[in-house]
């Protein structure tokens, strides 16, 4: 990795570099000492369960070239205890290293955050940005302040782009993640009802995302959802004014011409400055479309042809727990169990009423809601209801609320079930859906719905 030898790795956090040669290079960094390589370096973070300080030794041992931590580690008999970066926090340190990493890479960055969306706006991006360049991007869900710095260390010297999800709950952490990240590129997908908890309201949400200008590249590009009626009160940052995605015609991107193929995906008009191109989008939701708009007007931003941006569209595939469509022996279920909030509820509701075959939403509780939780669940239940699901399961405490109100204004088409926990739910499973139904699978990653896609995976 390019500067990135102990002695500047050091410099650039702070800490007191113990052992080693100062000109090592390192070939790799990692907080999982399973994934240990030669000359690699270790952060050995203090997690809730686990305490990477333990498992310095093993590193070493499978050829580590650092290990960064609180304390020095008492080597075992024998053995030498290998080189350390000593620091006050490993994880502080960990962003210091990835800033100056960044710091030395030309390649250009693209940032990406929002309320919802962002890793499937990802994948479009780069899959957009793969028909010209060698693209590395996010893996996963390492969009936070461990799972950036860890993605910018996998940049290497073949690298040609960067597309980096940015996810927060709090205030301050974006401004954290930019310094890293430093984008030449900042898209923005929306502003929706998610951590309310700690960010109080929309306004504050918008706050919080808008962070991500704070280190962006002062020649950069700003790139948001036109149609977001909080992201186009932003008019000018740093002197950069923002170019606009959305479905309506006075974004500098937008659609026309939209053609709905089910679960089977979307074909639409694409409109850009330099001209417009039909694109065939494979993955099923109206609201893709706002997905493909985003990776056209970064495709456009870094020099790909309308040719290559239709290819790049028509090429993403989808990820596990986001919208991915499973045909099991009998049934199709949309694997949507990944996260959950008032707004992606709604979106898959909308993808799931499409479906031509009776219709099944098996949802449960959205976390971090704040005190407005119980009425957005009950919102999300109202509106399965209106749109005809015919099977409304929920699933877990605050989804009572869902339940109760899907009841309330259920026009006698809808089965509305209710179960306090998922365990519950998964016993009665066999009795609630029957072969041929279309089932949506839908709640916040800590209800651990994606037991219940393994287990209609299974059934027959």
Known sequence: MKNMTLDNMAKACGGRLIGGNRDHEIAGAVTDSRLIEKDFLFFAIRGERVDGHRFIPQVMEKGAACAVCEEMPVPEEGKAAGACILVDSVEKAMQDMAAYYRSGLSLPVVGITGSVGKTSTKEFIASVLEEKYHVLKTQGNYNNEIGVPL??????????????????????????????????????????????????????????????????????????????????????????????????????????????????????????????????????????????????????????????????????????????????????VIDDCYNANPVSMCAALDLLAQADTRKVAVLGDMFELGENAEKLHGDVGRYAARLGIDVIICAGEISARMAKEAKEVNTGRSEVYYFPEKEALLEKMQELVKPGDTILVKASHGMGFAEVVEKLNKMK
């Open 151 to 332: 993605t910018l260390f996998r940049i290497r010297q073949e690298h040609e782009a960067a597309v980096v999800e940015m996810g927060i709950n709090h205030f301050g952490e974006m401004h954290r993640l930019s310094r890293m990240a430093a984008p030449d590129i900042v898209v923005m997908t929306n502003i929706g009802d998610c951590h309310l908890e700690a960010l109080g309201s929309r306004e504050g949400i918008l706050r919080a995302k808008s962070e991500i200008f704070d280190f962006m590249k002062p020649d950069g590009r700003i790139i948001i959802n036109g149609d977001d009626d909080m992201l186009s009160t932003i008019k000018e940052v740093k002197g950069i004014t923002p170019v606009t995605f959305g479905k309506k015609s006075n974004n500098t991107y937008y659609a026309s011409d939209i053609r709905q193929n089910g679960l089977f995906g979307t074909g639409v008009q694409i409109h850009m400055p330099s001209g417009s191109f039909y694109a065939e989008i494979p993955l099923p939701g109206e609201h893709m479309v706002y997905n493909a708009l985003a990776a056209a007007a970064v495709g456009e931003a870094l020099g790909l042809s309308p040719e290559e941006i239709a290819a790049g569209i028509a090429a993403v595939k989808p990820t596990s727990g986001r919208s991915n469509l499973i045909r099991c022996a009998d049934k199709v």
